[in-house]
């Protein structure tokens, strides 16, 4: 699985970004994708998770009821909507995905990551 994730940009406190991550080599709804964050100086941090099916989700507390993760199987694209962003969102994002339906929290349990893309929020 080869991931490509997208939509990072500067943008100032108290507003959205949309990222997005496209996969491809297999059969999408097969896989648990998640967003991971890391920002400078920091470790790596789950931000979200969802399952195969789309039918579970998982949030990082910092993060809960700020952003919201989705896939469309369809499209081979899971997403992460950010609202009401801030400061401390500020940080290099991750797609990740791993085989099977259950969306782990773990940075261990997925096996395929993206490049990465740059979010900065300004104060």
């Known amino acids: 699985v080869q991931l490509q994730a997208s939509g990072g940009g500067l943008v100032q406190a108290g507003g959205s970004l949309r990222l997005s991550c496209a996969a491809s080599g297999r059969t999408f709804s097969y896989y648990a994708m998640g967003w991971f964050r890391q920002a400078p100086g920091k470790e790596r941090e789950f931000v979200a998770s969802i399952s195969g099916s789309t039918i579970s989700t998982y949030y990082a507390d910092s993060v809960k009821g700020r952003f919201t993760i989705s896939k469309d199987n369809a499209k081979n694209t899971v997403y992460l909507q950010m609202n009401s962003l801030k400061p401390e969102d500020t940080a290099v994002y991750y797609c990740?995905?791993?085989?099977?339906?259950?969306?782990?929290?773990?940075?261990?349990?997925?096996?395929?990551w993206g490049q990465g893309t740059q979010v900065t929020v300004s104060s």
């Open positions: 990740t995905a791993r085989e099977g339906n259950y969306a782990y929290t773990g940075a261990d349990e997925y096996y395929y």
